[in-house]
Structures are given as C-alpha cells and as structure tokens.
C-alpha cells in the first residue's frame, strides 16, 4: 500500500494547481492532507468526487482555518474525527480510519506561533495526541499517524537550525516532544531509511525558499515500532507542487 499525507495550505487553493491530477496519478491507497481550509459544503460535489475514491473530512468550527481530509481507495470499518478533547476537536486536526490490520490518523498539529498562549496550546495538544494514540497501540493492529508536526526534530531538519532555535518549530520543549514519541515506542519511517540532509517538506512562500532549498522538514509518517518491518519504504515527494508544503509517504506491507 502507499500511503501519502500533504500539508495543501487550502484546498480550494490546491484544487486550481493540478489536485486531481495529482492523486489520480500518483494513486495513494490512502492521502491524508493537512489544512484542508474548507468545509464539505462550501465545495461543489465534484471538487471531492474521484473515482475509485471514498472521503473522510473533519472541517474546523471557524471557516476559512485548519481542518483534515482523507481520500482512501479501500472503505475503512470506521472514521473518526478528533479524540474527544472538545477543546482541540473544534479545530478539525485529527481523522482516525481504522482497518483490519492497521488504524491510520492523519494529523494537522498546531503551529506554535503567535504568542506564548499558542505555544502552551500546541505542547497541550501534543500531549493528548500521544496519549490518544498511544492507547489504540494496546489494540494490537498497526498504528500510524502522520501529518503536518510543525516542528523540525534535529538540526539535519532544517537549514539553519541554529539561527531558529529561538524560534518556534525548533524549541528544545517542541523537540523534546518528538524525543519522547520515538522514546516511546514510535519509529520516524523517512529517517529510519534515509539519513541525508537538505530533505525538507516545507518552505517559505515569501522568501521563494524553494528555488534555494532553504526548508525544513516538518511533515512525517510514524508507525509504532513493533510495525515498523512491515513499512518498506519512506519519502519525500518534493518535486509535487501546489502548496508550500510536499507531500511525504510510506510504502506498507501488512
């Protein structure tokens, strides 16, 4: 199976740079995307209609902001928006699909900027996304989660780590959460099978980042580690085009 997450930065933005042609030729069995911006029903039929395709989509209470989708080619036994915490659930980040074998969430986590009170919600929500998802591990299937982290894990993540570890998406408290998702049992799929730097999965639009490569990378697929034989392969899409983001993905085998 090939399971791909994107942070589109809009969907209706990324329907007019080429979506569909993109999922239709790229043929995930599973797209998680990340800051979906928009609602079901602000969206023609159309717009989310693609053959051989189901939807599972998780709007956020404010228009115009945030929220998840996913396209799955199999129909999973069931789809679950959130993780019953009322206070982030508003914002439409998490989809959970469960399968036979596997559950797969997609994940737009919150970014820390903005002022102190944002970060404090950020660390909450990384907080009760771990508990959340540590608990469907006592399942026995496969769990993976991926998305949008909204932080660079070690200075190989990003271009200038030292000039941002002030900044957040670089803070000792915010990589410090991901130490303790992999100390934890969890396995980052793309560094256990590629070690190179200057891999990033996001730049910025103002400074035409991109034509340099002056990224980070901020977007991952997690498994937990007794599942991670059954992944076979992780990248990085990142000559895919339409958002400040590309896509990321992993090849499954369970």
Not at 23 to 41: C, F, H, M, Y
Request: charge should be neutral; include cysteine; hydrophobic fraction near 35%.
């Amino acid at each position: 199976m090939k399971l791909l997450s994107w942070n589109i930065n809009g969907y209706r933005a990324v329907l007019k740079k080429g979506f569909a042609d993109f999922l239709l030729s790229a043929k995930p069995d599973i797209l998680g995307l990340q800051e979906v911006k928009a609602l079901p029903e602000q969206l023609k039929p159309d717009d989310t209609n693609f053959e051989g395709y189901g939807k599972a989509w998780n709007g956020a209470e404010r228009k115009g902001y945030s929220g998840t989708a996913v396209f799955f080619r199999n129909m999973p036994i069931s789809a679950k928006n959130g993780f019953g915490q009322p206070k982030f659930d508003c914002e439409g980040r998490v989809i959970t699909l469960e399968y036979e074998k596997f559950y797969f969430i997609t994940c737009y986590f919150p970014n820390g900027g903005q002022g102190e009170k944002r970060l404090q919600y950020k660390m909450e929500f990384y907080g009760e996304f771990l508990k959340y998802a540590n608990a469907l591990r006592k399942n026995r299937k496969a769990v993976i989660f991926c998305g949008d982290v909204n932080t660079a894990h070690k200075p190989i993540d990003l271009e200038h780590p030292e000039a941002n570890e002030k900044n957040t998406g670089f803070l000792p408290m915010e990589r410090a959460w991901i130490d303790e998702v992999i100390n934890s049992g969890w396995t980052d799929t793309f560094r256990h099978f590629n070690k190179q730097p200057k891999m990033y999965t996001w730049w910025d639009y103002k400074t035409r980042a991109r034509e340099r490569n002056v990224g980070w990378r901020l977007d991952y697929f997690f498994i937990d580690s007794e599942h991670i034989s059954a992944v076979k392969d992780a990248f990085i899409l990142s000559d895919i085009q339409g958002s400040d983001h590309c896509p990321a993905g992993i090849i499954l085998d369970l």
